[in-house]
């Protein structure tokens, strides 16, 4: 499976990016899907998932702020970030789910994209 997140970028605290991902190999569609993140220096976090009937949760840290949805496109899924702030600078990841509760992930990782936030 190869995955490919994309998206980041530089933007001011308060403001708003939509992360995009394309996995090929699998489809998308068949797993439970998540965005993961990792800032420099921590460990990486799992941060939204969405289930294969469209339910979804997030970390307390996004919760209102980060939408996580499914495309149009079998292989594609995105994370609406709004209200953007420095702590969430980090580089983002897409996978599938394979323990939610130990927040790990089913496939290799592919590359992320990073997201700087300015305060």
């Known amino acids: 499976v190869q995955l490919q997140a994309s998206g980041g970028g530089s933007v001011q605290a308060g403001g708003f990016l939509t992360l995009s991902c394309a996995a090929s190999g699998r489809d998308p569609t068949l797993y439970q899907m998540a965005w993961w993140r990792q800032a420099p220096g921590k460990q990486r976090e799992l941060v939204a998932s969405?289930?294969?009937?469209?339910?979804?949760d997030y970390a307390e840290s996004v919760k209102g702020r980060f939408t996580i949805s499914r495309g149009n496109a079998k292989n594609s899924m995105y994370l609406q970030m709004n209200k953007l702030a420095p702590e969430d600078t980090a580089v983002y990841f897409c996978?599938?789910?394979?323990?939610?509760?130990?927040?790990?992930?089913?496939?290799?990782w592919g590359q992320g994209t990073l997201v700087t936030v300015s305060s």
């Open positions: 969405i289930t294969t009937g469209g339910s979804t």
């Open positions: 996978n599938a789910v394979h323990n939610y509760a130990l927040g790990t992930a089913r496939w290799a």
